[in-house]
């Protein structure tokens, strides 16, 4: 379909739902006449419905289906909105919704009276009703109320959204609750269970000890929290204000004033966005407790929780957007860190997994790939694109082998993926339509629900309308997001390159699946640990990159095809989690991955250079280890490994190249002013490397952390170098004659005095 006649199809339909709309809304307002005028008789006829202020309701829906055996002919009474009526000339059927749920009534005229009957049957949908009857059973098995009396309690003027889509437009549902809350029987049910919850943590935390308290809403300073306040002005003090952010300070001043356990649930306000899950006020709870640590908020945390399931839903176990969750079982605990890690690690073997099972489609194994000239693959005739894009895949796995390939089209998907998150989250997006989810964060692209209105470059508006009718979602949402990375490689071509050949062939199917790497990246990682923080992306990428080569080789690659020839390696990666041995469960993972980093990451570097530097004859691999190489120091012990692996891992280099590449280690002191030290998992483990005399060691004991005159420059006990002293060594070390190799290189600040 040519792009004129796309055009011209959209615009008649904009003509043909503008038209729509007018009719409708002519014919609302003929319904609404109606409605008003049937009041008016009403009320002419003495018989007001807003004069009634009492009625009497004995039973709701739910607790008469649920208790149908002992109230079976029994009379109850029952009231709230008409939501169905089939008059069936003697007797009617209808449909009342309460608080509870909805039943039916059985409406007959020789049971009600031949007036009240005539008056039932002018009744709208949407006007509240009493009913008073019996319980009994249909036919059909339907639990009903055989009607005595039918009366009208308000009249409805307004007409409600047609009966079979509802009120689905977000914005009316949002403006309208109560509209909201009639039609949509699931809103209600979380109104009412929100209600239950706050109440149930009243009760918990009351019952531990807590004491709920009530602090000031307007504030000289609103702390506690990163937020713009609303600004007031208080006349009586001729001062300005600002509405709280958050609950914290003052909960925190009730600690400090004696009060063991506090908690308040209260309004906080802050001005800034808005959308449907952002409100510009909101209900927050907090609570403190003295005399404890995160395990202990963490172990209440996890009990409220499962106390809260077990008396809100009834059980422990519950259904969230189809996934059930079981609170009864002790929850895992990671911290973001950990979460990065734990999805990076498992989404990088997952997507490997999906390509190589996309190239097993093209005949294409770690085993054998097949004639590249073949037309069919596995009885399929190719497109001349797909004939294309294998040849280029085949020919790209002959150069650099099956694992690396795969390996480097994974990572490639990966890059795209997590950019495109957090764009999405943080509105970066031109086209302000997210990828991944929709605005409430759920798996449901809206890029699907809004194909056809976007507009990209290189769309093709025939195709998507093609995959729209044929309801193919899945072919849809690769399409266009392999549409959305081109289009955006104009504005960030280092981060989306146009996709072509292989890489488009191996695009991983079925990612609106339950459990795939991009659903997967959703519910591990919190939308809040997205916003404004880049620092997840670099997080992602190292721990994608500490199990596997695959950005070490790209980046090898890359400057080979750039410049011809890699001259200089220099090795610096590592994690620094000193911790004691007896300090395990909490150290575990940052040893490993200091490991992975330090010992894989070296190793990887060397494989990435070696071939070519033997090839162009010459090299140099610096390898930056630690002066705690040296000598065995408690609390150090894997980072003392790690470090002495790339010791070994250099000299292992230099006894088998012979001359060709130079190999350097340099070992700096052990606490350089970098953000490595951060990883320390506990600082008393840093006393052996920075004690000298028995006297310092006792001054650290006392002191901890480093008092400040171990940071003076003048001290003969300790100073703390700047890393470009690292950086100059390094240069030091490449600047030296081919004929000249420096083996070891140790950095030491002046002064210190290292028990190593």
């Known amino acids: 379909m040519c792009e004129e006649a796309v055009g011209w199809r959209m615009k008649m339909a904009e003509q043909n739902n503008q038209q729509k709309k007018g009719g409708q809304q002519q014919d609302a307002n003929q319904l609404i006449q109606v409605r008003y005028d049937k009041l ?101 098995g339907e639990i009903s109320i055989h009607a005595q009396e039918v009366t009208l309690l308000s009249k409805s003027l307004q007409i409600l959204p047609e009966k079979y889509h509802g009120l689905t437009d977000t914005d009316a549902r949002y403006r309208q609750r109560y509209v909201d809350l009639i039609m949509n029987e699931d809103v209600k049910d979380t109104f009412v269970k929100r209600s239950k919850v706050i109440s149930s943590i009243r009760r918990y935390l009351d019952g531990q000890g807590f004491m709920e308290v009530e602090t000031p809403m307007l504030v000289s300073n609103a702390g506690g929290a990163s937020a713009r306040p609303f600004e007031t002005h208080f006349n009586a003090l001729n001062e300005d204000l600002k509405l709280r952010i958050s609950l914290e300070l003052y909960l925190k001043r009730l600690i400090v004033g004696g009060m063991e356990r506090v908690y308040e649930i209260g309004r ?56 059930e969750i079981d609170l009864s079982k002790p929850f895992e605990r990671l911290t973001m860190n950990d979460a990065i890690k734990k999805y990076a690690v498992w989404a990088r073997r997952e997507l490997i997994s999906r390509v190589s099972q996309r190239a097993a489609l093209y005949e294409i194994t770690d085993k054998d790939y097949g004639d590249a000239s073949a037309d069919s693959v596995l009885g399929r005739v190719m497109s001349a694109e797909e004939k294309h894009q294998r040849q280029a895949l085949i020919a790209q796995i002959r150069e650099k082998g099956y694992e690396q390939v795969m390996e480097e089209i994974a990572y490639t998907w990966f890059n795209r993926f997590i950019a495109l998150r957090f764009m999405e989250v943080n509105g970066y997006l031109p086209s302000r339509v997210r990828v991944f989810t929709d605005d409430e964060n759920n798996f449901k692209p809206q890029i699907l629900t809004e194909a056809i209105t976007m507009e990209l470059d290189g769309l093709d508006m025939e195709k998507v309308y ?115 041995f007896s300090e395990h469960e909490q150290a575990l993972d940052k040893w490993e ?65 012979q001359g060709k590449i130079k190999v350097t280690t340099i070992k700096p002191t052990g606490f350089m002013k970098t953000n490595l030290s951060s990883s320390v998992v506990d600082q008393m483990a840093m006393m052996p490397a920075v004690a000298g005399p028995l006297e ?61």
Not at 42 to 47: D, I
Not at 562 to 579: E, H, Q, S, W
């Open 40 to 140: 008016h008789e009403l009320q002419a006829n003495g018989k007001n419905p807003f004069e009634i202020t009492k009625y009497d309701v004995t039973h709701h829906s739910t607790d008469i289906k649920d208790n149908f055996e002992s109230l079976e002919g029994q009379e109850v009474t029952v009231a709230g909105r008409m939501m169905f009526k089939r008059v069936m000339g003697k007797a009617s059927f209808c449909n009342v919704q309460d608080l509870k749920g909805r039943i039916q009534a059985y409406v007959a005229r020789d049971e009600i009276g031949e007036e009240s009957y005539a008056d039932f049957k002018k009744y709208d949908v949407g006007d509240i009703l009493g009913i008073k009857g019996k319980v009994f059973k249909t036919q059909t």
């Open 268 to 323: 906080v306000f802050r001005n800034e966005g808005l959308d449907t899950r952002h409100n510009p006020e909101f209900t927050l709870m907090e609570l403190y407790q003295a005399y404890t640590d995160y395990e202990g908020m963490m172990e209440l945390t996890e009990s409220m929780f499962r106390y809260l399931a077990e008396k809100v839903c009834g059980s422990a176990k519950i259904s969230y957007n189809g996934i």
């Open 466 to 580: 093609a995959l729209k009718n044929a309801n193919d979602d899945d072919a849809l949402f690769k399409y266009m997001l392999i549409v959305q990375c081109n289009a955006l490689s104009s504005i960030l071509p280092g981060m989306f390159q146009r996709i072509s050949d292989y890489t488009e062939l191996l695009f991983p199917d079925n990612l609106l699946r339950e459990g795939s790497v991009i659903e997967q990246m959703i519910s591990m990682i919190p939308e809040e640990d997205w916003k404004d923080a880049v620092q997840i992306i670099g997080w992602l990428y190292q721990y994608y990159n500490s199990e596997k080569k695959d950005d070490v080789f790209a980046m090898a690659k890359f400057a080979v095809d750039t410049y011809g020839r890699i001259d200089v390696l220099v090795n610096n990666a590592g994690t620094m989690p000193l911790a004691f």
């Open 593 to 657: 991955q200091c490991i992975d980093i330090s010992i894989k990451g070296t190793i990887f570097g060397i494989s990435a250079v070696y071939d070519q530097m033997i090839k162009q004859g010459q090299g140099q691999v610096i390898n930056v280890s630690s002066i705690y190489a040296n000598f065995p120091v408690a609390g150090a012990g894997v980072y003392q490994v790690a470090k002495m692996g790339v010791q070994y891992l250099a000299e292992s280099l230099r006894s088998e190249c």
């Open 696 to 756: 310092i060691l006792s001054n650290w004991v006392e002191e901890a952390p480093l008092r400040p005159d171990f940071h003076d420059i003048n001290s003969m006990t300790y100073n703390d170098p700047d890393p470009q002293v690292l950086a100059d060594n390094i240069i030091y070390a490449i600047n030296q004659p081919w004929g000249v190799s420096i083996g070891d290189l140790t950095v030491r600040a002046s002064g210190e005095s290292f028990v190593i």
